[in-house]
């Protein structure tokens, strides 16, 4: 079956850089659309960013535009989330997602924490 397993997230200072990736495997990567979400405790899991099979179209939630950068390597299988200029707002869980037709899938998370 389909697996995600993201990686990347560790403690940085705000104004920073970081980039989280997410390996999937298990179903045909490129028939996939590819998301980024991020959760703090106690609120819903929030849209950050999304991007087509083929790449040529991406999404990005208002407070992450012209900052983080989705992006993916199909013959890797593997999802990017390149992220700049991080604010300590920002802090949280950060899952990956995979859209089929008929189905959706998540990764366990990774955590990003950005001290002031």
């Known amino acids: 079956q389909i697996q995600l397993v993201e990686s990347g997230g560790r403690l940085v200072q705000a104004g920073e850089s970081l980039r989280l990736s997410c390996a999937v495997s298990?179903?045909?990567?490129?028939?996939?659309?590819m998301g980024w979400f991020r959760q703090v405790p106690g609120k819903n899991r929030e849209f950050v960013a999304v991007?087509?099979?083929?790449?040529?179209?991406?999404y990005y939630t208002d407070s992450v535009k012209g900052r983080f950068t989705i992006s993916r390597d199909n013959a890797k299988n593997t999802v990017y989330l390149q992220m700049n200029s991080l604010k300590p707002e920002e802090t949280a869980v950060y899952y990956c997602?995979?859209?089929?037709?008929?189905?959706?899938?998540w990764g366990q998370g990774t955590q990003v924490t950005v001290s002031s």
């Open positions: 991007i087509t099979w083929n790449g040529g179209t991406t």
């Open positions: 298990g179903y045909t990567f490129s028939s996939l659309t």
């Open positions: 997602n995979a859209r089929s037709l008929l189905n959706n899938y």
